[in-house]
């Protein structure tokens, strides 16, 4: 009877526990979802900026958007150079649109624009 | 009295060792995870300081640009540059028969981009760099309690 009772308690000290990890498991990978996310939207914005920066400063250079176009082999499309380039795995499209004495660069990323700038030459 | 106490530690013995391993493996968990997304958490917002300082570099940049294509402009059409002096913190002096035009953008609390032109036959940039917006002054006294 003894026995029976105490394997009882264990029994119930199991599923217990296991009641408890389940939930902590459930919150600690949402928690490491989230990091997940926030890391690789971090690298993102890094990577957008960089690409901004490159062309902005080609541009910069010489007042030449051609110039910052070719540095990021990008092919005129419609109204503004465009330019698909890879980085950390994932696809960045870069739009650099001539404006008079300006270049504006726009770096979208699945669809959001993820970063812009505006440059302007002497 | 010996016989009674091995019997309830063979029958309580296990009793508490899974509840003290899930205790364990939780504690680690949390403090992995917590770790992990604060990490990302100061990582992602560097990212968006690091980008937002971009970003207002070159507006001011722009800025400063279409300042000095102004003036250049100006200068060439003959124009007085005084006249431009409404422009924000432009400041125009004489040295060696060349016109020195100095001028600041903000770009942000702390930094203002500092733009020197020298205008003669043609306009030259002798300087265009990011300073300080306020002077730096060590401190040189430490409030302690006295007691």
Same mark, same amino acid.
């Given at each position: 009877? *003894?026995?029976?009772?105490? =394997?009882?308690?264990?029994?119930? #000290? &199991? !599923? /217990?526990?296991?009641?408890?990890?389940?939930?902590?498991?459930?919150?600690?990978?949402?928690?490491?979802?989230?990091?997940?996310?926030?890391?690789?939207?971090?690298?993102?914005?890094?990577?957008?900026?960089?690409?901004?920066?490159?062309?902005?400063?080609?541009? *910069?250079?010489?007042?030449? =958007?051609?110039?910052?176009?070719? #540095? &990021? !082999? /990008?092919?005129?499309?419609?109204?503004?150079?465009?330019?698909?380039?890879?980085?950390?795995?994932?696809?960045?499209?870069?739009?650099?649109?001539?404006?008079?004495?300006?270049?504006?660069?726009?770096?979208?990323?699945?669809?959001?624009?993820?970063?812009?700038?505006?440059?302007?030459?002497? | 009295?010996?016989?009674?106490?091995?019997?309830?530690?063979?029958?309580?013995?296990?009793?508490?060792?899974?509840?003290?391993?899930?205790?364990?493996?939780?504690?680690?968990?949390?403090?992995?995870?917590?770790?992990?997304?604060?990490?990302?958490?100061?990582?992602?917002?560097?990212?968006?300081?690091?980008?937002?300082?971009?970003?207002?570099?070159?507006?001011?940049?722009?800025?400063?640009?279409?300042?000095?294509?102004?003036?250049?402009?100006?200068?060439?059409?003959?124009?007085?540059?005084?006249?431009?002096?409404?422009?924000?913190?432009?400041?125009?002096?004489?040295?060696?028969?060349?016109?020195?035009?100095?001028?600041?953008?903000?770009?942000?609390?702390?930094?203002?981009?500092?733009?020197?032109?020298?205008?003669?036959?043609?306009?030259?940039?002798?300087?265009?760099?990011?300073?300080?917006?306020?002077?730096?002054?060590?401190?040189?006294?430490?409030?302690?309690?006295?007691?």
């Amino acid at each position: 009877m *003894r026995k029976r009772s105490a =394997a009882l308690m264990m029994l119930l #000290e &199991l !599923a /217990a526990m296991l009641l408890v990890f389940s939930l902590c498991s459930a919150v600690t990978i949402r928690l490491f979802s989230a990091a997940h996310t926030m890391t690789a939207r971090s690298l993102r914005i890094g990577a957008a900026a960089d690409l901004a920066q490159t062309a902005a400063e080609c541009y *910069r250079w010489d007042g030449d =958007a051609e110039h910052a176009a070719r #540095e &990021l !082999a /990008a092919v005129w499309d419609a109204d503004g150079y465009r330019a698909e380039l890879v980085r950390d795995g994932e696809m960045f499209t870069v739009y650099l649109y001539p404006q008079e004495g300006k270049l504006r660069i726009s770096v979208w990323v699945d669809g959001e624009n993820l970063y812009e700038i505006t440059v302007g030459a002497i | 009295m010996s016989r009674a106490v091995k019997t309830k530690r063979v029958i309580f013995g296990p009793i508490g060792i899974a509840s003290l391993i899930v205790c364990f493996a939780v504690l680690c968990m949390t403090v992995l995870s917590v770790s992990a997304f604060v990490a990302a958490k100061d990582s992602l917002r560097d990212a968006e300081a690091v980008a937002a300082a971009r970003r207002d570099f070159y507006a001011a940049d722009l800025r400063a640009a279409e300042i000095a294509v102004q003036l250049r402009e100006a200068y060439y059409r003959g124009e007085s540059l005084t006249e431009l002096s409404e422009l924000p913190d432009v400041q125009l002096s004489q040295k060696d028969g060349e016109l020195l035009v100095a001028f600041g953008v903000p770009v942000d609390d702390m930094q203002v981009l500092s733009v020197l032109l020298s205008f003669d036959t043609e306009m030259e940039i002798l300087s265009w760099q990011v300073l300080p917006s306020s002077e730096w002054s060590p401190e040189d006294s430490i409030s302690v309690w006295h007691g």
